[in-house]
């Protein structure tokens, strides 16, 4: 069971990122996936997370507004697409998976399923 996730790098402020996340070893086609972030020196916080249908997904006060979160189901994939990026988002961003079935919820500890996380760098 894998999430690999991508598409960090470095960015102006004002500038835009798009994330992916890739699963491989067990569908995820029926859990609730969802992005995470651990700015330097402090907690995992919650960014985005979206029901397996992919009609339902929502977002952290911080972000809403600038980032869109979707799925691909075909592809097994989830994306970030962040826009308007501010020097505060820099930050490890993961992506999460829930079991199937569960519903959206934004606590760290409710996801089974990580991926390694990417980082995401806003120069001001």
């Known amino acids: 069971v894998q999430l690999q996730a991508s598409g960090g790098g470095l960015v102006q402020a004002g500038g835009s990122l798009r994330l992916s996340c890739a699963t491989s070893g067990r569908t995820f086609n029926r859990s609730v996936m969802g992005w995470f972030r651990q700015p330097p020196g402090k907690e995992r916080e919650f960014v985005s997370a979206?029901?397996?249908?992919?009609?339902?997904?929502i977002y952290a006060d911080s972000v809403k507004g600038r980032f869109t979160m979707s799925r691909d189901t075909a592809k097994n994939t989830v994306s970030l697409q962040m826009s308007s990026l501010k020097p505060e988002d820099t930050a490890v961003y993961f992506c999460?998976?829930?079991?199937?079935?569960?519903?959206?919820?934004?606590?760290?500890?409710?996801?089974?399923?990580w991926g390694q996380g990417t980082l995401v760098t806003v120069s001001s």
């Open positions: 979206i029901n397996w249908t992919g009609s339902t997904s």
């Open positions: 999460a998976a829930k079991g199937p079935f569960s519903p959206i919820t934004q606590a760290p500890p409710d996801y089974a399923y």
